[in-house]
């Protein structure tokens, strides 16, 4: 399960982002909180949100030209650095009392624009860190450092909050920059797994579009994506609305089906790590029995139950994150691998801000049961439309038998199933 942690510049690289993620959620709690503390207004917390995700809409592709054109490491050197900045400027301005809302504006944009680079640098340096055998389970390893992060951040910033207030949890996700910096100004560059840089040149952009094109392993995972993190991944919206409207329970309620939700990721990343391999038979299974679970948690009749099916969800979707990203990596070429990662990120991440929207109107038309219901639904249902589209080709035939006495449904070749059909 933890096997690539043996890799000491991953290693170095694991220990840095687990204190960075954490002061980075801890910052995102702190400048919602500010936000609404300086406005009253939700609407302005949303265009906090809107602005940070808004560089990666707009430039998330040149970001990932840029990686591959660049040493990714001290890209990150960079981006790193810049992020880290942005949260001590913010914790000055507050703690001197001169923070006014656009300051927040314009530091959330800041932190988008350095994401632009940083994600796609940050995805695609952990294969030069660890190589292919250990991809896998390096990727399923952050995941599991971030889902960490998301339980710990948010309590440690609500006491810091409470106790001497916003512009301390600022400072402290300036400095936590700290510690992946050095991480990666220890490691050992001999130790890396070299990877040919991408020469400056004309039409790179469109070379990445043309290159994910013509692979449908590529195209048709990241379209998989695109639609669970669209219509399935809307869960701010409907967590609220079922601790609000439904149950009638408040924001306990609202905290408890995200910690456990939380859980579950954390549960699914650790799961994938430990499996060592990603399959597409994998991805599409998970982006099905996730879809349904939303179906069924859409129909819970109680508070507990619904707050129990959050676990499942959360590892479900899990797997259909770290198992996408991983096999859209290792089925990527070394030298085209920014730009890929650039655009699977950006559908990954963009997705929200399109379909929250969308979720809202469903729910307000009628009702979040619905609403989680038809999200659910879609992701389903694209899940099973994708996976027969990548059957087809592969010349793939879907196989049901029974082994040992259980139910054994997987793709075969199309020969091998006509071989087998007269012994059958």
């Known amino acids: ?144 450092n971030f889902q960490s992060a998301r339980l710990i951040g948010p309590a440690v910033a609500g006491v810091m909050i409470t106790g001497v207030g916003t512009g301390w949890a600022f400072l402290a996700n300036g400095l936590s920059f700290v510690a992946p910096l050095v991480g990666l100004l220890m490691m050992r560059a001999r130790e890396l797994h070299v990877v040919e840089r991408a020469p400056r040149g004309k039409g790179q952009l469109r070379e990445g579009l043309h290159y994910v094109a013509g692979r449908p392993e590529l195209i048709w995972t990241i379209v998989l994506v695109g639609f669970v993190s669209t219509f399935g991944f809307n869960f701010p919206v409907y967590l609220s609305a079922f601790a609000d409207d439904v149950f ?83 089925g990527t070429d070394p030298a085209m691998r920014g730009r890929v990662m650039a655009l699977y990120m950006m559908v990954f991440m963009g997705g929200s801000p399109i379909g929250a929207p969308i979720a809202g109107w469903i729910t307000d038309a009628y009702g979040v049961r619905a609403g989680l219901a038809v999200g659910g639904a879609i992701a389903a249902v694209a899940a099973v439309t994708i996976g027969l589209v990548l059957a087809r080709v592969g010349n793939l035939r879907l196989s049901v038998g029974w082994n040992r006495g259980h139910p054994h449904v997987r793709f075969v070749p199309r020969e091998a199933q006509e071989q087998l059909a007269p012994a059958a």
Do not use: C
Request: proline fraction near 2%; charged fraction near 10%.
């Open 248 to 330: 009638h329970a408040g924001a306990g309620s609202y905290s408890l089906f995200n910690t456990v939700m939380a859980v579950g990721s954390l549960a699914g990343a650790l799961l994938a790590a430990r499996r060592g391999t990603a399959r597409m038979r994998v991805l599409v299974v998970g982006a099905v029995a996730f879809g349904a679970l939303e179906i069924v948690a859409a129909l819970a009749p109680s508070l507990w139950l619904f707050a129990l099916l959050m676990a499942p969800i959360g590892m479900f979707g899990m797997t259909v994150n770290v198992t996408a990203n991983t096999s859209v990596q290792m």
């Open 1 to 144: 399960m933890f096997s690539s942690l043996k890799v000491r510049n991953y290693r170095l690289f694991f220990a840095g982002q687990v204190v960075s993620n954490i002061g980075t959620w801890m910052q995102r709690i702190a400048q919602d909180w500010l936000v609404l503390s300086l406005t009253g207004s939700a609407t302005a917390v949303g265009v906090t949100t809107a602005l940070q995700f808004l560089p990666m809409l707009l430039f998330g592709l040149y970001g990932g030209v840029l990686v591959d054109r660049l040493s990714k490491r001290r890209a990150l050197l960079f981006t790193q650095s810049a992020m880290g900045a942005t949260g001590i400027a913010l914790a000055v301005l507050t703690l001197t009392g001169h923070v006014q809302v656009w300051h927040v504006y314009l530091a959330a944009f800041a932190v988008g624009l350095a994401t632009v680079v940083d994600n796609p640098a940050r995805q695609s340096f952990v294969s030069e860190m660890v190589g292919p055998d250990q991809l896998q389970n390096a990727v399923s390893l952050n995941s599991a």
